[in-house]
């Protein structure tokens, strides 16, 4: 059974791209059934002590202002939804990464949701390193990626990479699960894609490529089928592309199908583990996350897997 999602935790960076965030967040309250919405800014104040002892209210007055001025800027984008709890933090950390973890656990979020600035190799490190070690799902909003779905107030089309393991049928059931909050606004189509590539050595089966291709896109039809067994999609549109790499690298051929299909969110599944200082993605799940720079990407994963980790984490 695919998680709720009741609290989550948004990053705003005080930046312009806050407000792509904060409207967004209009759009997915209902599709989520959220029931409180946690705008967290992470703010590094570094005083010497010697200007802190001859202005000993300097630190918290600074906090005290940004935290007005994040609000405000909540306040003015937020449409106020009756069922919904919005609430305002301001985190002091050296680190955003060990400030957003802790708003995470802080409030106990099932989902954290962080912008993509474009044109910044820093914002894309933290993201990665969030998308490492978060213990809740992650979602990432590129810069300027949000207006469309906000102009139409609603997701078409869904975009889902799988492998036919558990945790491509996590994200499966996630889009699933979207799809169903919206029926009965609007139709979501779910696309999966299975991208496959011929083993080395092929052609001493005795069959040509073309041959030995359509060998495989039939066994992953099966395996596609079989997959699809233990997941409720009734009454949900639903259909798959079997995709073949020829070069190698699976996020292209994923980044295409995304472009192709005009997706409006990807959902990867990511592995989680216990007993480790970290939880750790794949390096499929890894180049996706760092590649995509264009379309909106739903990182899940299981949460008892992440269960007690965070511990661990906060001593990184």
């Known amino acids: 059974m695919v998680q709720e999602i009741n609290k989550v935790v948004v990053g705003l960076s005080h930046t312009k791209l806050d407000v792509e965030l904060?409207?967004?967040?209009?759009?997915?309250s209902q599709t989520f059934k959220i029931r409180e919405i946690h705008f967290v800014h992470v703010l590094n104040i570094h005083i010497p002590e010697k200007v802190l002892e001859e202005f000993p209210n300097l630190e918290k007055d600074a906090i005290e202002e940004r935290k007005a001025e994040v609000e405000e800027m909540v306040k003015e984008h937020c449409h106020e939804e009756c069922d919904v709890?919005?609430?305002v933090s301001v985190i002091q950390s050296s680190n955003k990464l060990k400030g957003l973890l802790e708003a995470i656990d802080k409030f106990n979020a099932d989902l954290i949701i962080i912008g993509r600035a474009a044109h910044k190799e820093k914002a894309s490190v933290i993201i990665q390193r969030l998308a490492r070690r978060a213990p809740c799902q992650l979602m990432i909003i590129p810069e300027?990626?949000?207006?469309?779905?906000?102009?139409?107030?609603?997701?078409?089309?869904?975009?889902?990479?799988?492998?036919?393991?558990?945790?491509?049928?996590?994200?499966?059931?996630?889009?699933?699960?979207?799809?169903?909050?919206?029926?009965?606004?609007?139709?979501?189509?779910?696309?999966c894609q299975y991208v496959y590539a011929l083993p080395s050595g092929y052609h001493l089966s005795g069959k040509t490529e073309d041959e030995f291709a359509e060998i495989m896109c039939n066994n992953a039809q099966e395996s596609y089928e079989e997959f699809l067994e233990d997941i409720n999609t009734d009454g949900i549109t639903l259909c798959v592309e079997?995709?073949?790499?020829?070069?190698?690298?699976?996020?292209?051929n994923i980044r295409e199908m995304a472009i192709k299909l005009d997706a409006d969110i990807l959902i990867i599944g990511s592995k989680g583990r216990t007993a480790t200082?970290?939880?750790?993605?794949?390096?499929?799940?890894?180049?996706?996350?760092?590649?995509?720079?264009?379309?909106?990407?739903?990182?899940?994963?299981?949460?008892?897997?992440?269960?007690?980790?965070?511990?661990?984490i906060k001593k990184l």
Not at 22 to 28: D, K, W
């Open 22 to 28: 904060i409207e967004y967040m209009n759009f997915i």
């Open 242 to 252: 079997f995709s073949r790499d020829d070069r190698e690298d699976l996020t292209a």
């Open 85 to 87: 709890v919005h609430k």
């Open 144 to 191: 300027g990626t949000v207006k469309r779905v906000t102009k139409y107030n609603k997701v078409k089309t869904i975009l889902v990479p799988i492998d036919f393991s558990e945790y491509s049928a996590i994200a499966l059931e996630r889009a699933v699960s979207m799809a169903r909050n919206s029926k009965n606004k609007y139709e979501v189509k779910i696309v």
């Open 277 to 312: 200082a970290a939880l750790f993605l794949g390096s499929f799940a890894e180049k996706l996350i760092t590649d995509n720079t264009h379309f909106r990407l739903l990182v899940v994963r299981k949460k008892h897997e992440y269960d007690g980790i965070l511990d661990r």
